[in-house]
Protein backbone atom coordinates (compact mmCIF):
# COMPACT_ATOMS: atom_id res chain seq x y z
CA UNK A 1 0.00 0.00 0.00
CA UNK A 2 1.41 3.48 -1.30
CA UNK A 3 1.75 6.03 1.65
CA UNK A 4 -0.86 8.19 0.47
CA UNK A 5 -3.62 5.47 0.09
CA UNK A 6 -2.34 4.39 4.03
CA UNK A 7 -2.97 8.42 4.75
CA UNK A 8 -6.32 7.79 3.27
CA UNK A 9 -7.24 4.68 5.60
CA UNK A 10 -6.23 6.41 8.63
CA UNK A 11 -7.96 9.51 7.50
CA UNK A 12 -11.09 7.58 7.32
CA UNK A 13 -10.28 5.68 10.50
CA UNK A 14 -10.85 9.43 12.03
CA UNK A 15 -13.99 9.57 11.13
CA UNK A 16 -13.66 11.56 8.07
CA UNK A 17 -15.97 10.67 4.50
CA UNK A 18 -13.48 12.06 2.23
CA UNK A 19 -9.78 12.16 1.84
CA UNK A 20 -7.59 13.62 -0.72
CA UNK A 21 -4.09 14.68 -1.68
CA UNK A 22 -3.23 17.83 -3.07
CA UNK A 23 0.37 19.00 -4.10
CA UNK A 24 1.21 22.37 -1.91
CA UNK A 25 2.06 24.37 -5.98
CA UNK A 26 0.44 27.78 -5.11
CA UNK A 27 -3.15 28.16 -6.55
CA UNK A 28 -3.06 30.08 -8.95
CA UNK A 29 -6.21 30.83 -10.51
CA UNK A 30 -7.79 31.04 -7.69
CA UNK A 31 -5.48 33.57 -6.42
CA UNK A 32 -6.40 35.48 -10.06
CA UNK A 33 -10.36 35.04 -8.96
CA UNK A 34 -10.07 36.59 -5.85
CA UNK A 35 -8.08 39.52 -6.40
CA UNK A 36 -10.23 40.24 -9.14
CA UNK A 37 -13.31 39.62 -6.88
CA UNK A 38 -11.72 41.86 -4.46
CA UNK A 39 -10.96 44.45 -6.72
CA UNK A 40 -14.93 44.53 -8.16
CA UNK A 41 -15.66 45.25 -4.06
CA UNK A 42 -17.53 41.85 -4.40
CA UNK A 43 -16.04 41.33 -0.99
CA UNK A 44 -16.73 45.20 0.71
CA UNK A 45 -18.64 44.07 3.68
CA UNK A 46 -15.17 42.19 4.56
CA UNK A 47 -12.82 44.58 5.01
CA UNK A 48 -10.00 41.95 6.35
CA UNK A 49 -10.69 39.96 2.96
CA UNK A 50 -7.11 41.78 1.44
CA UNK A 51 -5.49 40.58 -1.61
CA UNK A 52 -2.74 40.49 0.69
CA UNK A 53 -4.64 37.88 2.57
CA UNK A 54 -5.82 36.04 -0.61
CA UNK A 55 -1.91 35.89 -1.40
CA UNK A 56 -1.22 34.02 1.70
CA UNK A 57 -4.33 32.09 1.83
CA UNK A 58 -3.56 30.56 -1.86
CA UNK A 59 -0.07 29.85 -0.95
CA UNK A 60 -0.05 26.39 1.05
CA UNK A 61 4.11 27.14 1.75
CA UNK A 62 3.16 30.45 2.73
CA UNK A 63 1.87 28.42 5.57
CA UNK A 64 4.44 25.88 6.45
CA UNK A 65 7.72 26.61 4.20
CA UNK A 66 8.48 22.79 4.65
CA UNK A 67 5.45 21.47 3.06
CA UNK A 68 5.03 19.05 0.96
CA UNK A 69 1.45 17.82 0.25
CA UNK A 70 -1.83 19.03 2.12
CA UNK A 71 -4.52 16.46 3.00
CA UNK A 72 -7.54 17.50 1.99
CA UNK A 73 -10.37 15.88 4.06
CA UNK A 74 -14.22 16.28 4.68
CA UNK A 75 -17.22 15.20 6.57
CA UNK A 76 -20.83 15.04 5.55
CA UNK A 77 -23.80 16.86 7.40
CA UNK A 78 -26.55 16.08 5.20
CA UNK A 79 -28.11 13.97 6.98
CA UNK A 80 -31.90 13.81 9.34
CA UNK A 81 -34.24 16.49 9.56
CA UNK A 82 -34.31 20.04 11.19
CA UNK A 83 -35.87 23.49 10.82
CA UNK A 84 -36.36 24.24 7.05
CA UNK A 85 -35.85 27.99 6.13
CA UNK A 86 -34.65 29.36 9.29
CA UNK A 87 -31.28 27.71 10.28
CA UNK A 88 -28.80 26.73 7.85
CA UNK A 89 -28.53 22.99 7.94
CA UNK A 90 -24.39 23.00 8.80
CA UNK A 91 -25.25 24.75 12.31
CA UNK A 92 -28.01 22.44 13.28
CA UNK A 93 -26.09 20.16 15.89
CA UNK A 94 -22.65 20.56 17.40
CA UNK A 95 -20.10 23.57 15.80
CA UNK A 96 -18.53 21.78 13.14
CA UNK A 97 -15.22 23.98 13.83
CA UNK A 98 -14.84 21.78 17.17
CA UNK A 99 -15.77 18.64 15.79
CA UNK A 100 -13.38 18.73 12.88
CA UNK A 101 -10.73 19.75 15.15
CA UNK A 102 -10.96 16.82 17.09
CA UNK A 103 -11.04 14.49 14.18
CA UNK A 104 -7.65 16.46 12.72
CA UNK A 105 -5.65 16.05 16.13
CA UNK A 106 -6.66 11.83 15.77
CA UNK A 107 -5.48 12.05 12.23
CA UNK A 108 -2.44 13.85 13.27
CA UNK A 109 -1.53 11.71 16.31
CA UNK A 110 -2.61 8.27 13.61
CA UNK A 111 0.15 10.08 10.96
CA UNK A 112 2.95 10.15 13.85
CA UNK A 113 2.30 6.62 14.55
CA UNK A 114 2.15 5.64 11.04
CA UNK A 115 5.46 7.53 9.77
CA UNK A 116 7.19 8.95 12.35
CA UNK A 117 7.01 12.89 13.61
CA UNK A 118 6.33 15.02 10.88
CA UNK A 119 5.56 18.34 10.71
CA UNK A 120 2.21 19.76 9.76
CA UNK A 121 -0.31 22.54 9.93
CA UNK A 122 -4.29 22.00 10.52
CA UNK A 123 -6.99 24.24 9.07
CA UNK A 124 -10.95 24.11 9.56
CA UNK A 125 -12.48 27.27 7.54
CA UNK A 126 -11.53 29.87 9.57
CA UNK A 127 -7.58 29.24 8.57
CA UNK A 128 -5.55 30.71 6.42
CA UNK A 129 -6.03 28.32 3.14
CA UNK A 130 -8.85 28.47 0.18
CA UNK A 131 -10.25 25.01 1.27
CA UNK A 132 -12.52 24.38 -1.34
CA UNK A 133 -9.55 25.10 -4.02
CA UNK A 134 -7.25 22.30 -2.18
CA UNK A 135 -10.29 19.79 -2.15
CA UNK A 136 -10.67 20.41 -5.90
CA UNK A 137 -7.31 20.06 -6.38
CA UNK A 138 -7.30 16.52 -4.41
CA UNK A 139 -10.05 15.42 -6.73
CA UNK A 140 -12.88 15.54 -3.86
CA UNK A 141 -15.17 16.80 -6.02
CA UNK A 142 -15.56 20.30 -8.51
CA UNK A 143 -16.96 23.77 -7.95
CA UNK A 144 -20.69 24.61 -8.58
CA UNK A 145 -21.84 27.78 -9.66
CA UNK A 146 -22.52 28.93 -6.55
CA UNK A 147 -18.93 28.46 -5.58
CA UNK A 148 -19.35 25.81 -3.23
CA UNK A 149 -17.67 22.37 -3.55
CA UNK A 150 -20.16 19.50 -4.84
CA UNK A 151 -18.93 15.88 -4.42
CA UNK A 152 -20.74 12.83 -7.00
CA UNK A 153 -22.10 10.82 -3.72
CA UNK A 154 -22.19 13.38 -0.78
CA UNK A 155 -23.43 16.63 -2.75
CA UNK A 156 -21.80 19.64 -1.43
CA UNK A 157 -23.01 19.23 2.30
CA UNK A 158 -19.80 19.11 3.31
CA UNK A 159 -17.28 20.66 5.97
CA UNK A 160 -14.00 20.97 4.70
CA UNK A 161 -10.24 20.34 6.97
CA UNK A 162 -6.98 20.01 5.54
CA UNK A 163 -3.50 19.14 6.84
CA UNK A 164 -0.63 20.44 5.15
CA UNK A 165 2.64 18.59 6.19
CA UNK A 166 5.73 17.47 5.16
CA UNK A 167 5.12 14.16 4.51
CA UNK A 168 5.73 13.50 0.74
CA UNK A 169 2.72 12.02 -0.73
CA UNK A 170 1.36 11.37 -4.21
CA UNK A 171 -1.41 13.94 -5.41
CA UNK A 172 -4.66 12.66 -6.49
CA UNK A 173 -5.90 14.06 -10.11
CA UNK A 174 -8.97 16.43 -9.87
CA UNK A 175 -12.63 15.38 -11.34
CA UNK A 176 -13.39 15.96 -14.64
CA UNK A 177 -16.85 16.32 -13.78
CA UNK A 178 -18.82 19.46 -13.40
CA UNK A 179 -22.21 21.07 -13.81
CA UNK A 180 -23.11 21.47 -17.08
CA UNK A 181 -25.97 23.34 -18.48
CA UNK A 182 -27.38 23.48 -14.66
CA UNK A 183 -28.15 27.14 -13.26
CA UNK A 184 -30.83 25.91 -10.66
CA UNK A 185 -28.55 27.64 -7.96
CA UNK A 186 -28.32 30.90 -9.91
CA UNK A 187 -32.25 30.95 -10.45
CA UNK A 188 -33.28 30.50 -6.65
CA UNK A 189 -31.18 33.06 -5.00
CA UNK A 190 -33.68 35.89 -3.58
CA UNK A 191 -30.85 37.94 -3.31
CA UNK A 192 -29.24 37.35 -6.95
CA UNK A 193 -25.86 37.28 -5.18
CA UNK A 194 -24.95 34.51 -7.69
CA UNK A 195 -23.98 37.43 -9.60
CA UNK A 196 -22.59 34.94 -12.64
CA UNK A 197 -21.92 31.17 -12.63
CA UNK A 198 -18.87 30.74 -10.23
CA UNK A 199 -19.01 34.22 -9.11
CA UNK A 200 -21.21 35.49 -6.01
CA UNK A 201 -21.72 38.96 -4.57
CA UNK A 202 -20.38 38.42 -1.06
CA UNK A 203 -22.21 41.35 0.43
CA UNK A 204 -25.48 40.15 -0.71
CA UNK A 205 -25.22 36.23 0.03
CA UNK A 206 -27.76 35.77 2.74
CA UNK A 207 -24.85 33.88 5.00
CA UNK A 208 -22.76 36.79 4.93
CA UNK A 209 -26.18 39.14 5.66
CA UNK A 210 -27.31 37.06 8.71
CA UNK A 211 -23.61 35.65 10.42
CA UNK A 212 -20.87 37.94 9.43
CA UNK A 213 -22.62 41.49 8.91
CA UNK A 214 -22.05 43.44 12.14
CA UNK A 215 -24.64 46.45 11.29
CA UNK A 216 -27.65 47.18 10.20
CA UNK A 217 -28.95 45.08 6.98
CA UNK A 218 -29.64 46.83 3.82
CA UNK A 219 -33.48 47.60 3.68
CA UNK A 220 -33.87 46.51 -0.11
CA UNK A 221 -32.63 43.31 1.01
CA UNK A 222 -34.68 42.92 4.09
CA UNK A 223 -37.66 41.50 2.62
CA UNK A 224 -35.47 38.94 0.69
CA UNK A 225 -34.36 36.80 3.60
CA UNK A 226 -37.31 35.03 4.64
CA UNK A 227 -37.62 33.45 7.49
CA UNK A 228 -33.66 32.80 7.33
CA UNK A 229 -32.24 34.10 10.60
CA UNK A 230 -28.77 32.15 10.58
CA UNK A 231 -27.40 31.09 6.84
CA UNK A 232 -29.17 29.87 3.75
CA UNK A 233 -29.75 26.79 1.97
CA UNK A 234 -31.48 27.66 -1.05
CA UNK A 235 -29.24 26.98 -3.51
CA UNK A 236 -27.98 23.88 -2.12
CA UNK A 237 -31.18 22.58 -1.65
CA UNK A 238 -32.15 23.19 -5.47
CA UNK A 239 -28.92 21.35 -6.34
CA UNK A 240 -29.88 17.96 -8.67
CA UNK A 241 -26.64 16.68 -7.17
CA UNK A 242 -27.56 17.18 -3.31
CA UNK A 243 -31.20 15.66 -4.27
CA UNK A 244 -29.42 12.46 -5.44
CA UNK A 245 -26.29 12.93 -2.43
CA UNK A 246 -26.24 9.91 0.12
CA UNK A 247 -27.16 10.56 3.17
CA UNK A 248 -24.20 10.01 6.13
CA UNK A 249 -25.50 10.58 9.76
CA UNK A 250 -23.18 11.67 11.74
CA UNK A 251 -24.63 12.38 15.45
CA UNK A 252 -22.47 15.83 16.50
CA UNK A 253 -24.28 17.07 13.15
CA UNK A 254 -27.86 16.18 14.39
CA UNK A 255 -30.25 18.58 14.80
CA UNK A 256 -30.09 19.32 18.91
CA UNK A 257 -33.87 20.73 18.99
CA UNK A 258 -32.80 24.04 20.18
CA UNK A 259 -33.10 25.92 16.75
CA UNK A 260 -36.35 27.55 16.09
CA UNK A 261 -38.98 27.08 13.29
CA UNK A 262 -40.77 30.20 12.11
CA UNK A 263 -43.61 30.43 14.74
CA UNK A 264 -41.04 30.16 17.48
CA UNK A 265 -39.01 33.09 16.38
CA UNK A 266 -40.12 35.35 18.84
CA UNK A 267 -39.02 33.19 22.09
CA UNK A 268 -35.79 34.54 21.02
CA UNK A 269 -36.43 38.11 21.17
CA UNK A 270 -36.58 37.30 25.22
CA UNK A 271 -32.87 36.29 24.92
CA UNK A 272 -30.36 38.43 27.36
CA UNK A 273 -26.52 37.86 27.01
CA UNK A 274 -26.42 35.23 29.24
CA UNK A 275 -29.70 33.46 28.07
CA UNK A 276 -27.97 33.63 24.50
CA UNK A 277 -24.69 32.08 25.72
CA UNK A 278 -26.37 29.17 27.56
CA UNK A 279 -28.88 28.68 24.41
CA UNK A 280 -26.53 28.75 22.25
CA UNK A 281 -23.44 27.10 23.39
CA UNK A 282 -21.25 24.55 21.37
CA UNK A 283 -23.33 25.95 18.70
CA UNK A 284 -22.20 27.72 15.40
CA UNK A 285 -24.96 30.24 15.75
CA UNK A 286 -23.02 31.99 18.48
CA UNK A 287 -20.67 33.97 15.34
CA UNK A 288 -23.78 36.00 15.35
CA UNK A 289 -24.14 37.43 18.15
CA UNK A 290 -26.73 38.01 20.77
CA UNK A 291 -27.39 41.31 18.71
CA UNK A 292 -26.94 40.00 14.87
CA UNK A 293 -29.18 37.16 15.78
CA UNK A 294 -32.20 39.40 17.24
CA UNK A 295 -31.98 41.67 14.30
CA UNK A 296 -31.91 38.33 12.09
CA UNK A 297 -34.79 37.15 14.25
CA UNK A 298 -36.96 40.92 14.06
CA UNK A 299 -36.45 40.70 10.25
CA UNK A 300 -37.84 37.25 9.84
CA UNK A 301 -40.78 38.04 11.80
CA UNK A 302 -41.60 41.14 9.74
CA UNK A 303 -41.40 38.75 6.57
CA UNK A 304 -44.13 36.39 8.55
CA UNK A 305 -47.42 38.09 7.70
CA UNK A 306 -48.10 36.79 11.23
CA UNK A 307 -49.80 39.59 13.28
CA UNK A 308 -49.11 37.98 16.58
CA UNK A 309 -45.53 39.12 15.76
CA UNK A 310 -46.44 42.62 16.79
CA UNK A 311 -46.52 42.46 20.55
CA UNK A 312 -43.03 40.94 20.55
CA UNK A 313 -41.80 43.28 18.35
CA UNK A 314 -43.15 45.93 19.98
CA UNK A 315 -41.76 44.93 23.54
CA UNK A 316 -38.08 44.29 21.63
CA UNK A 317 -38.57 47.74 20.12
CA UNK A 318 -39.16 49.53 23.63
CA UNK A 319 -36.59 47.67 25.70
CA UNK A 320 -33.82 46.02 24.28
CA UNK A 321 -30.12 47.10 25.01
CA UNK A 322 -29.06 46.81 21.55
CA UNK A 323 -29.91 49.58 19.07
CA UNK A 324 -29.91 47.30 16.45
CA UNK A 325 -31.67 45.18 17.20
CA UNK A 326 -34.28 47.97 18.29
CA UNK A 327 -33.94 49.47 14.79
CA UNK A 328 -34.98 45.78 12.97
CA UNK A 329 -37.68 45.59 15.27
CA UNK A 330 -39.21 49.05 14.06
CA UNK A 331 -38.60 47.90 10.51
CA UNK A 332 -40.09 44.74 11.01
CA UNK A 333 -43.12 46.22 12.79
CA UNK A 334 -43.55 48.92 9.73
CA UNK A 335 -43.40 45.79 7.56
CA UNK A 336 -46.35 44.08 9.35
CA UNK A 337 -48.93 47.21 9.37
CA UNK A 338 -51.72 47.54 11.25
CA UNK A 339 -53.11 49.73 13.99
CA UNK A 340 -50.93 48.11 16.62
CA UNK A 341 -48.26 47.82 14.84
CA UNK A 342 -48.43 51.57 14.10
CA UNK A 343 -49.39 52.56 17.67
CA UNK A 344 -46.50 50.58 18.97
CA UNK A 345 -44.19 52.97 16.48
CA UNK A 346 -45.84 56.31 17.48
CA UNK A 347 -45.24 55.62 21.04
CA UNK A 348 -41.70 54.65 20.26
CA UNK A 349 -40.83 57.58 18.47
CA UNK A 350 -41.40 60.19 21.27
CA UNK A 351 -38.90 57.95 24.39
CA UNK A 352 -36.25 56.67 21.73
CA UNK A 353 -33.42 58.58 21.49
CA UNK A 354 -30.16 56.87 19.64
CA UNK A 355 -30.13 58.38 15.81
CA UNK A 356 -30.19 55.16 13.94
CA UNK A 357 -33.27 53.92 15.77
CA UNK A 358 -35.31 56.93 15.23
CA UNK A 359 -34.78 56.95 11.69
CA UNK A 360 -35.83 53.28 11.51
CA UNK A 361 -39.13 53.95 13.23
CA UNK A 362 -39.53 56.97 10.72
CA UNK A 363 -38.99 54.89 7.76
CA UNK A 364 -41.30 52.44 9.23
CA UNK A 365 -44.37 54.62 10.26
CA UNK A 366 -43.63 56.54 6.91
CA UNK A 367 -41.83 53.83 4.66
CA UNK A 368 -40.89 56.12 1.21
Not at 115 to 128: L, P, W
Not at 151 to 160: D, E, Q, T
Not at 296 to 319: E, I, K, Q
Request: with cysteine; net charge negative.
Amino acid sequence: MSAAARVKKLALAAGFDLAGIAAVQPFEPERQALTDRINQGLFSGLPWFTTERAAVSTDPRALLPEARSIISLAMSYGAGEGPQGTVARYAWGEDYHDVLRRRLEVLRHSLAAEFGEIEARTFVDTGRLVDRAAAVRAGLGWYGKNTNLLNSRLGSWLFLAELVTTLELEPDRPTRQNCGHCHACIDVCPTGAIVAPYVVDNDRCISFLTIELRGPIPRHLRPLLGGYIFGCDLCQDVCPVNQQARPVEHQEFAFKGQLPAVAELAALLELDEEAFRQHFRGSAIKRAKRAGLLRNVAVALGNSSDPAAVAPLAAAMRSDPEPLVRGHAAWALGRLGGSAAEAALAEAIRTETDPYVREEIDFAAHPR
